[in-house]
């Protein structure tokens, strides 16, 4: 089992920044892919970013593309996602996901295994 636990999340301002940050303990997390995915009220769970276990490779939805960045400390078992230039469609749980994979880019909800109870991102006008 992989326990994840999400933080960082909060109200900013368009055009401000943000850094999420997702812990995980249980197993040896060099050895997952990570992933961030989002949720807003009456929409479906959406991919936003995805890195490799070595943090070699890294993804993201194009809606993001530009403004995001994930990274990975394996060190302190941590994957960030830094989040500038944020809009008011940005507001929506964040999840962190984790698949032991040496697959990179995955993309899809249904290609993880573990996931974190969600932090809110709002974004105000």
């Known amino acids: 089992q992989v326990q994840l636990v999400e933080s960082g999340g909060g109200l900013v301002q368009a055009g401000g920044s943000l850094r999420l940050s997702c812990v995980a303990s249980?197993?040896?997390?060099?050895?997952?892919?990570m992933g961030w995915f989002r949720q807003a009220p009456g929409k479906e769970r959406e991919f936003v970013a995805t890195i490799s276990w070595g943090g070699g490779t890294t993804n993201y939805a194009d809606s993001v593309k530009g403004r995001v960045t994930i990274s990975r400390d394996n060190r302190v078992n941590t994957v960030y996602l830094q989040m500038n230039s944020l809009k008011p469609e940005d507001t929506a749980v964040y999840y962190c996901?984790?698949?032991?994979?040496?697959?990179?880019?995955?993309?899809?909800?249904?290609?993880?295994?573990?996931w974190g109870q969600g932090t809110q991102v709002t974004v105000s006008s």
């Open positions: 249980g197993r040896t997390f060099s050895s997952f892919a």
């Open positions: 996901a984790a698949k032991e994979s040496y697959r990179t880019s995955l993309s899809r909800p249904e290609q993880y295994d573990y």
